[in-house]
């Protein structure tokens, strides 16, 4: 099995110096995720980018969220399932949304669901959505600029998603009491 490298502020990359600092500023500490991303600046750089973008889009915390965790779920992402798990909780997102998220079933909130019920079309087709599926999303009090927010996040996921899976990401120390399994039908 190849082994990936997980560097740190001192070893990595001049190009993910920069990017190590900025999520050191942060977090606190450069997260397993990054330390392994920097492999690839390239990479690096741009999952920094869109995590950034992602989090001036015009969705709430709470919603992106719902759209990380989504996505996590759906791609059985268990390092980024227990880092959102994480996040979310310390935005206050409610703990019965959580556990749905995390249950892979219905939210109590209904437009958060639609957010989820979206996210998880958007994710399984691969972009494919029904025109009536994107216009019950937008039906449910979501706009066209979602829509699109919602690409945006699962571009993201996508990333870090498919990073940990190649490279095995350990999970962060942070993280501890949301290890994640998804769940079996």
Known sequence: MTQFTAYTVD???????????????????????????????????GYSALWDLFSKSSLSPVEQQVVYLTANFENECHYCMAGHTTLAKMIHMDEPTIAALRAGSALPDAKLE??????????????????????????????RQNVLEVVLGVATKVMSNYTNHIVHTPLDAFMKGNEWSKPTA
């Open 11 to 45: 070893n990595a990359p001049a190009a993910a110096q920069p990017i190590f600092a900025g999520v050191k500023a942060a977090f606190g500490f450069v997260p397993n995720l990054q330390a392994h991303m920097a492999e690839s600046p390239e990479l690096l750089a």
């Open 114 to 143: 639609a957010l989820h019920i979206f996210t998880g079309l958007v994710v399984r087709q691969r972009g494919w959505v029904s025109d009536a599926d994107t216009d019950a999303f937008i039906a449910a009090g979501y706009t």
